[in-house]
């Protein structure tokens, strides 16, 4: 049995009210439901996870910047960063451990055109998008298969 590894799932600005946002676009569970899942979820696959959401770019950029220099593996969810934002760009390219980037829509499909772009993608190792939160289990299994978990 290996050791217990921590995994980071960090969100971004306005996902701190999931349940209440956009409920047609973004889903019913709360945001408080989804710490609840990741954490199961990630226990189920042997990590120690923790969930972070936060509506200030700089304390994301602090929480990447931890995780490249503890070799953390995260999920992000940048929401609104991951269209135009450079500081979390360049937090990304700097993380040592997997980065898989998750949303709950489908931004690729969506009708504005700023959607379109991710200053993430480039650094991660899977794109899950538009499975609501169970794209969270995903990413964190993805995680677990690049980590050689059973
Ligand atoms: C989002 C998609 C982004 O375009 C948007 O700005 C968000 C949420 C998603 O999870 O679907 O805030 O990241």
Redesign the pocket.
Known sequence: MSATTRVLVLN????GRLGR?QPQ??GTTSYEQLVELCVEWGHDLGFDVSVRQTNYEGEMVGWLNDAADSATPVVL???????YSLAIYDACAQLTAPLVE??????LT?P?E??HTSYVTPHAVAVI??RGVD?YAEALAVIARLLGRP
């Open positions: 971004g600005p306005n996902l946002r676009i973004y969810n940048a929401a609104a960063w991951t269209h998750v949303h709950l829509s489908d931004p969506r504005e700023f959607r998008a538009g794209g």
